[in-house]
Each structure stands twice: as structure tokens, then as C-alpha cells.
């Protein structure tokens, strides 16, 4: 019975509001960049072919390598400026909530 109550207190909490909706705002954010540079990819793929199968210089590298590279290294870098953010401000709100109830 104490763990729910303090459960509800920590969710009634402005601060816990607040960081629930500053970190979904945030990771809508970047799946939405994520999602429209995936898809982007995708649809190049599959309705022009030849642009990516375009040779870069006099090589045989095609214009998609470098394209598909950059959807990876997106990802990765989405993913590390999620990862810094939590760090840096999410695990701080939860550490001041955690410890404002006695925890």
C-alpha cells in the first residue's frame, strides 16, 4: 500500500510532469528525424534506382553507398544526443524525485 501511494505521489509531482513531457517531446523529435530520413531511403530505393546506382567520380562506388552510410552514422548520432541528454538532465530529475522521497 506505501509503495502505491508514494507511486501516485511521484506521478502527481509537477516535476515528473514535466520531465515525462519534456522527454517524450524530445524523442518524438528524433524519431520523427530518424523515421523520415529511413523512409526517405527506402523510397529512393525503391522508386529511383538509378540515382543511387550513379557512379561517384570515374570509381565504381555508387551514390548510394555514402547515402546508406549517412542513414547509419543518423542513427548513431540520434542515439548518442538521447544518451547525453538522459544523462545529463532526465537522470538528474529522477535523482532530485528519488531523493525527495526518502528514498
Given at each position: 500500500?506505501?509503495?502505491?501511494?508514494?507511486?501516485?505521489?511521484?506521478?502527481?509531482?509537477?516535476?515528473?510532469?514535466?520531465?515525462?513531457?519534456?522527454?517524450?517531446?524530445?524523442?518524438?523529435?528524433?524519431?520523427c528525424i530518424?523515421?523520415?530520413?529511413?523512409?526517405?531511403?527506402?523510397?529512393?530505393?525503391?522508386?529511383?534506382?538509378?540515382?543511387?546506382?550513379?557512379?561517384?567520380?570515374?570509381?565504381?562506388?555508387?551514390?548510394?553507398?555514402?547515402?546508406?552510410?549517412?542513414?547509419?552514422?543518423?542513427?548513431?548520432?540520434?542515439?548518442?544526443?538521447?544518451?547525453?541528454?538522459?544523462?545529463?538532465?532526465?537522470?538528474?530529475?529522477?535523482?532530485?524525485?528519488?531523493?525527495?522521497?526518502g528514498e
Open positions: 500500500m506505501a509503495d502505491s501511494e508514494r507511486l501516485a505521489r511521484v506521478a502527481a509531482d509537477p516535476r515528473y510532469l514535466a520531465l515525462t513531457r519534456r522527454r517524450g517531446r524530445f524523442t518524438w523529435t528524433l524519431t530518424m523515421l523520415v530520413a529511413y523512409f526517405g531511403f527506402i523510397l529512393l530505393i525503391a522508386f529511383d534506382k538509378s540515382a543511387l546506382a550513379a557512379p561517384i567520380g570515374s570509381g565504381v562506388t555508387s551514390i548510394g553507398i555514402p547515402i546508406g552510410l549517412g542513414v547509419i552514422l543518423l542513427a548513431i548520432g540520434l542515439t548518442g544526443l538521447y544518451v547525453r541528454r538522459a544523462n545529463r538532465d532526465y537522470d538528474a530529475l529522477v535523482q532530485s524525485l528519488v531523493e525527495s522521497e
